[in-house]
Nanobody
Framework: QVQLAESGGGSVEAGGSLRLSCAAS????????MFWFRQSPGEEREAVAG????????YYSDSVRGRFTISKDNRKNTVHLQMTTLKPEDTAMYYC??????????????????????????WGQGTQVTVSS
């Protein structure tokens, strides 16, 4: 059983910073891919950052690249999302998500994570981030 618990959301002015945390528990297979998603009212849930816990490139969406940094604390089994230079359009509910990795069709010995909502079976309850102009 995988459990994810987010914390760290809040309200800030534009240009400010926040750090979100996701405390994860569960088997390594189900938490091989750890991502942050966000969803604004009336919008689809989108991946903003993520990584494969066994290594590989880190994913950032175009809208947050250069401003957000995802990291992990292996000792505490926690994933962080450091958000800087926040903009009003970053306002959303932020969710931590975990899921298994996938094999590359062209090389079955290699694995990757896909930044698609349906690839993640486990979700936290969400934490609200509000950025005022």
């Amino acid at each position: 059983q995988v459990q994810l618990a987010e914390s760290g959301g809040g309200s800030v002015e534009a240009g400010g910073s926040l750090r979100l945390s996701c405390a994860a528990s569960g088997d390594k297979y189900s938490t091989a891919c750890m991502f942050w998603f966000r969803q604004s009212p009336g919008e689809e849930r989108e991946a903003v950052a993520g990584f494969r816990t066994n290594g590989g490139p880190t994913y950032y969406s175009d809208s947050v690249r250069g401003r957000f940094t995802i990291s992990k604390d292996n000792r505490k089994n926690t994933v962080h999302l450091q958000m800087t230079t926040l903009k009003p359009e970053d306002t959303a509910m932020y969710y931590c998500a975990a899921g298994p990795e996938k094999r590359l069709p062209s090389d079955r010995t290699r694995f990757y994570c896909e930044s698609i909502e349906t690839e993640f079976a486990y979700w936290g309850q969400g934490t609200q981030v509000t950025v005022s102009s």
